[in-house]
């Protein structure tokens, strides 16, 4: 047998696909178009249909009515279509005794009708379809058009003989499709004519042209698209529809003159609520469309925007029966009558409504027909039926695509009718007006078709939407997603764009996300988000959304690989290891909380361990763990909460108060701020405190220890945890406990955590705002011995000692757990400088791009500054050098007071409370010469001056302007807004006098008044006597008698300043003999001196 070789193969020609293509779509637009005339015609009232084939006429509008107009006429195109092709291929391939759609050579007309003419009918055509067809042609029958009806009579008889050997294409027809045949099929521009162009004979001998044509018309054209946009606003999102419209209308040929018209007509639906912003939306479309013709043909094009702004339409009892005469007893159903109600408050509920009628066109169409003549009642109901009908509508499931950026409303900020009616409609995203927006859309959509968004990421991983989470991921596919962080819309919460199909993801289908952020509480410039947008490689993850089920709640962490994700399923959740609560809600801070340091530490106990206690210690408060900022291990012990009579007070304040697991009240904890824009940080709360709901708390267990507890919270593997179940600011307790509760071996933890929260305690108690402090570091014995310089060189050294162990200390933890859990190639041990929390490292304290020497700066600034209010302290007896802890620190408590706890003090206090502080050497006590006495005191006179100098020189400024224009400030700053010294301020300055709150009585204002103020007066006036004198003595020259001119206008000014301040405000203020109640706290006894005291700014803000 002789070799075959390439040449002796035939070659197969090329097919021209996009001819077919362009036939297929032109194709399925006619055949839709004809088949629905002949549907118009069919179904009109007294139509010839109606009495020659009544029971196809019935059957087909059972068929619209079961499924809808436009599925029936889909169905009955593409059928016609199918056969025609079917038989142009068996006629070019000699399947067919005559050819049934193509001429004989040299003719135009199908030879089957030509046959026909002649006397001729084939055996399958039965005998009496052939007399009817004879008839026809030889005009003994009349019809407008004998030919054309004959050959269909001819097409029907031929498909009805194929239906025996093919019965899965030739369906047998008598039935509605016969009714519906196209009514051109014989004019040089019919479609059978231009089916023979393209389906040559040539192209017919491959069977694959079959395949191509059914592909081709499958496809839609574009005029089948429907977009919707359910909340359209003033039409951002149907604008750019348009465009990307546009293009794929170019793209298939159309003339560019009639796709501006043919998108409003077909494409585009825009539903609102806002009258306004309709009309804005329906007008930026008329310019879209008006660009793209220009304005003649613009003027000339009918089609207008289809711009549905909904409106309250109701009905009442009575009209009822006038809609039933309107639209008719048959189509008066209950569903009609459902959805007529549901528009009375379409302003309201807007898109989210769900029309009760499955096909509201039909029923439009048919209310639309009826014709009421004179009637005027019923031609009103019949418009407002209209349009409850063109609403309903508009909202029906029939869009290929709906895109939105819906209102972002939560529960508390809907109306209560609209609040009511979510909650029962839409159950799994009532939480938010936008979730509910992703619920509807998913009800406007097709199966197999999308919908997509962009609104808040909330949803993404919130508890509240859990259910819509689990639904999306069950019923649909995440196909895209892309998250944008904050700052696309300026400071907002961030957002996020996506893309869903409705249909289930298939197996091993994922999906395609970006991230374009690192920190989620970062707002960054729109320019940024654009460029890492723009960077197709930044932030990409491939998931498959069925793999976020696998996390509790089933947050969409698309960023998360398999080996983290399965530590969910792996390990068993906190929740079943250890209790974590959330604690109390005062409803009013200000009235239930203070600073520790504002009432008397004789009413404040800080180790309770029970009601009982607190009462034995006659104690009105308790310690109370309010959460705070970022700090881990120990620390933020700043609240105590009134608990007199085990919390009568706040109990009766109920139910504004929530007073939550009162039995975990005082127990050691581990706690986290509900707020961790900074990154969560877990510390150890000893006994003795109730905690509040912003300040969480989480309970060992014998299974579960503290140690165990907190060193897993505090690891890098927790943070990515976290960050997981919920990226937001928000760790709320649900969270917490749904984490995989990771450990150690317990040896190691106990010796880690140990260690760590001693170092944080150490670090916490050694400044003054904490109720541990005892005393300052810096004047720690072993520092006292040289200069100040050198106290503070030693001081440092301890610090960055502490820092760094804290800092391996921290790393060996995360090493731990990274390694047991082997995640070493997942993230690294380390924990930047700025994360070693605390407050002696400066890297911590002040953050930012600063250099080391900045730093250094800024801590040696703050470390004299503190050393300063230390001092300040001993002054006023609140401290002691020769004691520990807290001196004076009780309502009225005076130098007797003070004597008995410091027998032989080497540092004594001011006697009556008062010490002023002046830009001047006018009083020997004065601020400035007290604390030169205690830097003597302290450091020795040796070396004095070069201790004031290294004072000044971190200070930046001389210790007298420091003192007159600085600490106060500082003062408020460091006992946030609630000092306890208060300054006596006259209005420009010139007087200040300080005090401290707990030694304060009701002749403090006259001991001010008269001991210093009417004092300072005096020596002003005596200063002036002098100058007057200088300016005027033979003695004194121009330059000394200028200056002194100048002294005494100044020094007058001053004089009347005082003058009037001593006349309006303190005088009156000193006869009143003020109390204050030190329970009451700073806010509202600082207010009781009026303009006797420095303003404080932000004093009376209210307290969260």
């Known amino acids: 047998m002789d070799a075959i070789t390439p040449m002796s193969v035939p070659q197969r020609k090329t097919m021209d696909t996009g001819v077919l293509k362009k036939f297929a779509q032109e194709a399925r637009r006619t055949l839709r178009d004809q088949v629905s005339a002949k549907l118009v015609q069919v179904l009109a009232e007294n139509s010839a249909a109606r009495r020659e084939a009544p029971?196809?006429?019935?059957?087909?509008?059972?068929?619209?009515?079961?499924?809808?107009?436009?599925?029936?006429?889909?169905?009955?195109?593409?059928?016609?279509?199918?056969?025609?092709?079917?038989?142009?291929?068996?006629?070019?391939?000699?399947?067919?005794?005559?050819?049934?759609v193509t001429p004989a050579d040299g003719q135009t007309r199908p030879e089957i009708l030509s046959e026909a003419m002649a006397g001729v009918v084939g055996e399958e055509v039965p005998e009496v379809g052939a007399a009817q067809i004879r008839a026809l042609l030889e005009s003994r029958t009349p019809s407008p058009d004998p030919q054309g009806e004959a050959y269909r009579r001819l097409l029907v008889a031929t498909c009805n003989h194929w239906h025996t050997p093919m019965p899965f294409l030739f369906e047998k027809i008598d039935d509605y499709s016969e009714l519906l045949m196209p009514k051109d099929l014989l004019s040089q521009t019919s479609i059978l004519a231009r089916l023979r162009e393209v389906m040559t004979d040539d192209a017919c001998q491959d069977v694959e042209i079959i395949g191509w044509l059914y592909q081709f018309y499958r496809i839609l054209c574009p005029e089948d698209i429907r977009i919707c946009d359910p909340a359209c606003g003033s039409g951002h999102m149907i604008t750019y529809a348009f465009d990307l419209l546009h293009a794929i209308y170019e793209e298939e040929g159309y003339d560019a003159a009639e796709i501006p018209g043919l998108i409003l007509k077909h494409n585009l639906t825009g539903v609102e609520i806002d009258d306004r912003a309709g009309a804005l939306a329906a007008f930026a479309l008329a310019m879209k469309a008006a660009a793209k013709l220009g304005r003649r043909r613009f003027l000339r094009m009918e089609a207008k925007p289809n711009i549905i702004v909904l409106q309250n339409v109701a009905f009442s009892t009575a009209e009822m029966t006038d809609v039933a005469t309107v639209v008719g007893r048959d189509l008066f159903t209950d569903e009609l009558r459902e959805t007529l109600v549901q528009f009375e408050q379409a302003k309201n509920f807007g898109s989210l409504i769900v029309p009760k009628l499955q096909d509201p066109a039909k029923a439009l169409r048919l209310v639309q027909a009826r014709d009421f003549g004179s009637d005027l009642l019923l031609k009103e109901v019949q418009q407002r039926v209209t349009s409850v009908l063109q609403m309903a509508e508009a909202l029906s499931p029939k869009y290929h695509a709906v895109v939105a950026n819906p209102p972002y409303a939560g529960a508390k900020g809907l109306n209560p009718f609209l609040k009511a009616w979510i909650e029962s409609e839409y159950p799994d995203s009532k939480a938010d007006l936008m979730t509910c927006f992703m619920d509807r859309a998913a009800t406007l959509t097709l199966k197999k078709s999308f919908w997509g968004m962009i609104n808040l990421p909330s949803w993404l991983f919130l508890s509240s939407f859990d259910a819509l989470r689990r639904n999306l991921l069950e019923t649909s596919t995440l196909s895209s997603l892309l998250q944008l962080g904050r700052g696309i819309f300026g400071a907002d919460f961030g957002s996020v764009a996506f893309v869903v199909r409705t249909s289930k993801t298939a197996t091993g289908e994922r999906g395609y996300f970006r991230r374009l952020f690192d920190r989620h509480v970062e707002v960054r410039n729109p320019n940024v988000i654009e460029a890492r947008f723009l960077d197709k490689a930044d932030g990409v993850y491939f998931a498959d959304p069925s793999d976020f089920t696998k996390i509790p709640g089933a947050p969409i962490a698309y960023w998360v690989n398999d080996l983290v994700r399965d530590l969910f399923s792996r390990e068993p959740q906190l929740s079943q290891m250890i209790e974590a609560?959330?604690?109390?809600?005062?409803?009013?801070?200000?009235?239930?909380?203070?600073?520790?340091?504002?009432?008397?530490?004789?009413?404040?106990?800080?180790?309770?361990?029970?009601?009982?206690?607190?009462?034995?210690?006659?104690?009105?408060?308790?310690?109370?763990?309010?959460?705070?900022?970022?700090?881990?291990?120990?620390?933020?012990?700043?609240?105590?909460?009134?608990?007199?009579?085990s919390g009568k007070e706040l109990y009766d304040f109920r139910p504004k108060s929530v007073i939550r697991n009162p039995d975990f009240f005082f127990r050691r904890s581990v706690s986290w701020s509900d707020v961790t824009s900074g990154g969560s940080a877990f510390r150890v709360y000893p006994q003795g405190f109730i905690f509040d709901s912003t300040g969480h708390s989480a309970f060992g267990s014998e299974i579960y220890s503290e140690h165990q507890l907190v060193c897993f919270a505090n690891t890098k593997i927790a943070q990515q945890l976290f960050n997981i179940i919920n990226p937001t600011i928000h760790l709320h307790v649900g969270y917490f406990k749904s984490l995989p509760a990771l450990r150690i071996p317990e040896n190691d933890a106990t010796r880690l955590a140990s260690r760590l929260v001693e170092l944080a305690r150490s670090d916490w108690d050694g400044y003054e705002t904490s109720w541990n402090f005892t005393a300052l570091p810096l004047l720690a014995p072993d520092n006292r011995a040289g200069s100040l310089e050198d106290?503070?060189?030693?001081?440092?050294?301890?610090?960055?000692?502490?820092?760094?162990?804290?800092?391996?200390?921290?790393?060996?933890?995360?090493?731990?757990?990274?390694?047991?859990?082997?995640?070493?190639?997942?993230?690294?041990?380390?924990?930047?400088?700025?994360?070693?929390?605390?407050?002696?490292?400066?890297?911590?304290?002040?953050?930012?791009?600063?250099?080391?020497?900045?730093?250094?700066?800024?801590?040696?600034?703050?470390?004299?500054?503190?050393?300063?209010?230390?001092?300040?302290?001993?002054?006023?007896?609140?401290?002691?050098?020769?004691?520990?802890g807290l001196i004076l620190s009780n309502q009225g408590d005076g130098r007797t007071e003070y004597l008995e706890k410091v027998l032989e003090p080497t540092f004594e206090p001011d006697a009556d409370n008062v010490i002023p502080i002046l830009d001047g050497d006018w009083f020997a006590d004065d601020i400035t010469e007290r604390f030169r006495k205690f830097l003597r005191m302290t450091f020795g006179d040796v070396n004095l001056q070069e201790n004031l100098a290294f004072v000044e020189a971190a200070l930046g400024k001389k210790l007298?302007?420091?003192?007159?224009?600085?600490?106060?400030?500082?003062?408020?700053?460091?006992?946030?807004?609630?000092?306890?010294?208060?300054?006596?301020?006259?209005?420009?300055?010139?007087?200040?006098?300080?005090?401290?709150?707990?030694?304060?009585?009701?002749?403090?204002?006259?001991?001010?008044?008269?001991?210093?103020?009417?004092?300072?007066?005096?020596?002003?006036?005596?200063?002036?006597?002098a100058q007057e004198a200088l300016s005027i003595s033979g003695d004194a020259s121009p330059t000394q008698k200028t200056k002194a001119l100048k002294e005494i206008e100044s020094t007058g000014k001053q004089i009347e300043e005082l003058d009037a301040w001593e006349r309006d405000v303190l005088f009156p203020l000193a006869t009143q003999k003020v109390e204050i109640d030190l329970d009451d706290g700073v806010k509202a006894n600082y207010p009781k001196f009026g303009a006797a005291l420095k303003p404080i700014k932000g004093l009376n803000d209210v307290e969260d």
């Open 55 to 100: 029971k196809a006429v019935q059957q087909l509008e059972s068929e619209i009515g079961r499924t809808s107009r436009d599925q029936v006429v889909e169905r009955v195109a593409y059928t016609w279509f199918n056969r025609f092709t079917a038989l142009r291929f068996m006629d070019a391939n000699g399947y067919t005794t005559v050819r049934v």
């Open 581 to 645: 609560k959330q604690g109390v809600a005062t409803a009013d801070n200000g009235r239930f909380l203070r600073q520790w340091w504002e009432p008397s530490r004789s009413k404040t106990i800080f180790d309770a361990d029970s009601d009982a206690r607190v009462s034995a210690a006659r104690s009105k408060w308790v310690g109370y763990n309010k959460g705070g900022e970022f700090r881990r291990w120990y620390g933020n012990q700043e609240f105590v909460l009134n608990w007199e009579s």
């Open 791 to 884: 106290a503070y060189a030693s001081l440092r050294a301890r610090w960055r000692g502490m820092v760094q162990e804290m800092l391996g200390l921290e790393e060996e933890n995360n090493r731990l757990f990274i390694d047991s859990y082997g995640l070493m190639d997942e993230m690294t041990s380390e924990v930047p400088l700025q994360e070693v929390t605390l407050t002696c490292n400066p890297a911590y304290r002040y953050g930012g791009q600063k250099s080391d020497a900045e730093l250094e700066a800024l801590l040696l600034a703050d470390t004299m500054r503190e050393f300063l209010s230390y001092a300040v302290g001993c002054m006023f007896g609140r401290y002691s050098v020769d004691e520990p």
């Open 960 to 1025: 007298r302007a420091y003192f007159t224009r600085d600490f106060y400030a500082d003062h408020v700053k460091r006992y946030k807004r609630r000092p306890i010294y208060w300054l006596f301020s006259s209005p420009k300055g010139t007087f200040n006098a300080l005090i401290y709150m707990h030694r304060y009585r009701p002749d403090t204002v006259s001991v001010v008044l008269n001991d210093y103020l009417r004092e300072f007066r005096n020596k002003l006036e005596g200063h002036r006597r």
